[in-house]
């Protein structure tokens, strides 16, 4: 799909340049509370905890509060229980969208979801509708500045990755493992001194749907005011937006 923008490569390039840490750090918190209270609150055996322990460290979030969400995870510390919930629906243009949810209110959470899936020309489904169009996985993003492709595959590969991509377009090579070897990739590439921009599990679609200007402009809009909302973690979506559409919504 060369010459086109995803919206993991889009999110990578504004993370970058995201202002609103004290929203990122509440997520993050939420995130290392339900993982401490789900496997544990030592993250040596507990790989979902380490996984985001390294996210909030990437970020930069305090050492103390990686403590505290991880002690009221556990239940060292008082703190809300959050429920995690999947909801699925359909963005403009048919774009199916999944949506990784922690609240300690979906009957306050659902609602607004569902207002703002409308507000931009969307549809909350239901469950299943849309999450056989995506495949779990492993997902690393490396700079094409630090290493040459073949180089890059070959070790990628030795790692146990299940697949590396190049796409001329993009500043980033990108590494696929299974959710279950992403740490082991990792500690490979790293002994090779090959440091990543990104690591984290996923969901990644089996097929795109190509958008117009003005089903991009809604799908943009869409994405950026789901994952503004403070319940939704992650959203994850299969649209593709050619790169002369994407000028046009710039």
């Not at 919206?7 to 504004?14: E, F, L, N, R, V």
């Not at 890059?152 to 030795?158: E, G, K, N, P, V």
């Not at 690591?199 to 097929?207: D, G």
Request: proline share 4%.
């Amino acid at each position: 799909m060369s010459g086109h923008s995803k919206w993991s490569q889009i999110k990578h390039k504004k993370a970058a340049a995201d202002s609103k840490k004290g929203k990122a750090f509440s997520k993050l918190s939420k995130e290392i509370s339900v993982a401490a209270r789900l496997g544990g609150g030592n993250p040596d055996m507990n790989a979902r905890l380490r996984l985001v322990m390294e996210k909030a460290r990437e970020v930069n979030m305090p050492s103390d509060n990686i403590k505290r969400a991880i002690q009221k995870g556990t239940g060292e510390l008082p703190g809300a229980q959050y429920e995690e919930i999947m909801y699925e629906g359909y963005g403009p243009g048919g774009v199916a969208l999944m949506m990784e949810v922690m609240t300690d209110n979906k009957n306050r959470t659902v609602p607004e979801i569902r207002h703002l899936m409308t507000k931009y020309g969307g549809n909350l489904g239901e469950t299943g509708c849309v999450a056989w169009m995506f495949n779990k996985k492993g997902y690393i993003l490396v700079s094409k500045n630090t290493i040459d492709e073949d180089t890059m595959m070959s070790t990628a590969l030795d790692a146990g990755a299940e697949d590396f991509r190049n796409d001329p377009e993009e500043e980033n090579y990108e590494v696929i493992t299974t959710p279950e070897d992403l740490n082991k990739v990792k500690e490979f590439l790293s002994s090779k001194n090959i440091s990543f921009n990104l690591s984290e599990i996923t969901f990644l679609p089996k097929n795109y749907v190509n958008l117009d200007a003005r089903d991009a402009d809604k799908m943009l809009k869409l994405m950026e005011a789901l994952e503004d909302h403070e319940d939704i973690q992650n959203v994850y979506a299969n649209f593709d937006i050619p790169d002369e559409v994407m000028l046009e919504t710039d």
